[in-house]
């Protein structure tokens, strides 16, 4: 219980003011009371300090490690009844100390904390440690502490302690210390096959001293997708069955944790091996086989065996299946055009390409989606909203004579509507589909109506074909052979009959012209389009008058890439191939022979640049054994073949870019060849390993390689550049004869001429040779025409560069007189020799070289050569002319050697001694002292002295001057004598005065000085014949 205080002076104020509202009497009463306890207050505060501090008898504290404040409980907080006094001195409050708590002291050795006050009114203090505490060293401190207060009087004299209390003191841990495994890695080995409860334990401890801290709470498997798991206490088990083929060995990395949520600083590596159990299936395969292209076959399974576990078998049976369905159009072909294959494989001529690849004169395919690719022949998409009208012309197609509709589809599972492919149908007024192509239901239709000057019968119209084909949203190759009233339909090289097929009565007769629609069917009479197609197309040909043999359709369809076997003995063996030979089966008895055919099966791509990418592979086997119920199973086998991308070529085209002709060739039956020396090439560029050995690394070039390749070509576009052709004046020609004799075909415009069709580099390069450009009119147009030429391989996968040849004609040039152009001295024209060098392209190709005129560059060159020469005369002469200003600037330079500034000369002469007159000195610019009227000078009027700065008598500071001052001294004395000049004319009628003052004798010297003062000389007949020296410069 704290003693009973005084109350504060601001209580006792009240009270205060209610004494001064008393009477007088009460007053003096009061007065009296205070003197008297004044006299007795010394003896009262020596009886004040009578009772001791006092303390809690037992505190406990916490202390965090690396911190230095302790938390208490209770607080510290010592007590003292002794209250200290107040007294009223001068007015003023006087507090005394007693009562009040001056410090703490702590019992016991070695003790890291001391005691502080915080407050000594209120006793509140505080314990903190006096250095840095660390848990694992020691988790806790006991001792005693005391409190004293400030004692009595103004030196804290007899201070008083109070009892002693205990205190005990915790460190609290901080989480310092990260888990550390016992050791450095840990192993295991299991049985594939089998599930583990524990397969090993891995631990780690932790050095903080609290039991939050030092204790390890959980493990975990930081390696992920790996088939273990770890508990709390380090068990490691696996959570499926584990497979020796899959992976041998695992590697598992596996951290710690304390309690306190802190990770292990270094993660433990623990590794387990799978011991393989006797396990039937194939062994020594690679999952991943690389295929580098131009390589020829590569066998896939070089090393491959069958593991039965001794086991006895009587047969067995795997087929080796190679996935290419998401290649191209269900495998790697040859991506040339449609009509180009149709050519390399035989086929008759005459058909139409009715998608073709667009370009400027084939362009109904420009608005159409294609697979934004050349890796792959053109394809195009139809969405359902698209369709593409066939020009007048392009095909021409006799219903009476058979005739072959070819094309490739892909087209997923449709709705109910009708999905045309082509349809010929009414161009106006009505909708008959005179025949069409189209799917509906997952069937593929043939329309065919028959002509109207048939005989008006029922024959078959409709031609159906439930195929699953049509809607599996793969590739399939269609060829319909029409030859009424047979129509055969093969996909993918195997034939199919219409079933059923329906019949109508023929077209009634009418003369409204046709329109041929792929991708949708026209609706002459409503003039729209209907029944969209949804699904892919490419290669949509057809060719009337012939069907397609089975030859050239097997032809089209073959992969360029599949599987191969060859063994020379396969004794007890059967193997059989599907027709695109991605699927290989093989039967057999004897292992051994079995093993040796697995190991010769190769994949082999014919294409020079296949189509890059997987081929997923896949082995699916069966096993017969003596005992039927016990025959093992032999797993799949999961592999692929990665098709690397080959190198690309470089085609390049190089000849003469720029000629001239006369304008009679030109205009000749036979025109001018416009590749006369027209060379192509290709090359590619491999990197060239370099040894191990040597220390230097290689550079990009060193390491490159560039080799020449042949290959075929299959489109070659000449374009005119600018103006389009005049037909009427001018054309582009091609040998025909020879283009039928190489199945090549062309097709010209305006605009310029396409050659198409596969054949080598050196086929076209003769052909384009031949190339030859005519115009009726060349010698009256000024002819000036340009071309590019653009050729490509693979249906524009590979294009070459853009080679643009120049050709104009040379007109006769006559020479023309000009008036008032100055002709060339003969001493600057000389001859040119001209040489007909060929400047990488640039040169004249001209036959004639001795009738080429000088064109403007040559003007050019004349003009400029004969400025430089002007230039250069002009430059001596005037280095001339400053040379000889230079020399006579030197002689004057020896001749003025002794000029000397006279900026500051002042001569002083007696005109007196010197015998010159008033007039003579007036004449030289000077002033005479006799003159009285000629204080109106002012400074310029001394007695006795003639100034006259004209003459030179005396030099005064001798100066060489250099050529800047030479101008500069000019410049003054020129100042000077115009000064001069008017002095003398404003001093005119005071000379006046004085000749008629003095008399006649002076009258005339001073006519004869003022004329030479007027004329800026003085007459050296004035002066006398003592003051004349040798020439002065003046």
Sequence with gaps: MLPQQPPPPESRQPQQRSHRRSPPAASSWLVTATALLGLCGGGWAARVNKHKPWIETTYHGIVTENDNTVLLDPPLIALDKDAPLHYAESFEVTVTKEGEICGFKIHGQNVPFDAVVVDKSTGEGIIRSKEKLDCELQKDYTFTIQAYDCGKGPDGANSKKSHKATVHIQVNDVNEYAPIFKEKSYKATVIEGKKYDNILKVEAVDADCSPQFSQICSYEIVTPDVPFIIDKDGYIKNTEKLSYGKESQYKLTVTAYDCGKKRATEDVLVKISIKPTCKPGWQGWNKRIEYEPGTGSLALFPNIHLETCDEPITSIQATVELETSHIGKGCDRDTYSEKSLHRLCGASSGTAELLPPPSSTLNWTVGLPTDNGHDSDQVFEFNGTQAVKIPEGVVTVNLKEPFMISVWMRHGPGGRDKETILCNSDKTDMNRHHYSLYVHNCRLVFLFRQDPSEEKNYKPAEFHWKLNQVCDKEWH???????????????????????????????????????????????????????????????????????????????????????????????????????????????????????????????????????????????????KCFSEDACMSVPLVDGYVMVLQPEEPKISLSGINHFARAASEFESAEGVSLFPELRIISTITREVEQDADGDEEPTVQESLVSEEIMHNLDTCEITVLGQELNQDEESLEVDTARLQQKGIEMSSSSVGVIITGVDTMASYEELLHLVRYRNWHASASGLDRKFKLVCSELNGRYVSNEFKVEVSVIHTANPVEHANHMAAQPQFVHPVHHSFVDLSGH?????????????????????CVSFLVFMIILGVFRIRAAHQRTMRDQDSGKENEMDWDDSALTITVNPMEVG???????????????DKKGDSLGPELEAGVCRCPAVAFLFVRPMRTNTAVKRKRRRRKKRKVRMGRKKMISLVPSLKAARRKKGSPRKTASRESTAAARMGRLDPQLLSPSLLRPPLRL
């Design 477 to 623: 190759h269609y060829v319909l052979n029409v030859e009424f009233p047979s129509v055969t339909l093969y996909v993918d090289g195997v034939s199919y009959d219409p079933f059923p097929v329906t019949e109508d009565y023929p077209l009634h007769p009418s003369k409204i012209e046709t329109q041929l629609v792929v991708g949708a069917c026209w609706q002459g009479g409503e003039l729209h389009m209907a029944q969209f197609f949804r699904g892919n197309l490419a290669g949509l040909m057809i060719r009337s008058g012939k069907l397609e043999n089975k030859k050239v359709i097997d032809c089209l369809y073959t992969c360029k890439e599949g599987l191969d076997l060859q063994v020379t003995d396969s004794k007890g063996m059967k193997v059989q191939a599907n027709p695109s030979q991605s699927v290989l089966t093989l039967e057999g008895d004897d292992i051994e022979q079995f093993e040796k055919a697995m190991q010769h099966i190769s994949y082999l791509n014919s294409r020079q640049f296949p189509t890059p990418g997987i081929r997923r592979l896949q082995i699916t086997s069966t096993i």
């Design 843 to 863: 040169n004249l190709a001209n036959p004639h070289p001795f009738s080429v005129v000088p064109s403007t560059a040559t003007v050019v060159i004349v003009v």
């Design 916 to 930: 010159l007159g008033p007039a003579a000195c007036w004449a030289a610019g000077g002033v005479d002292s006799s």
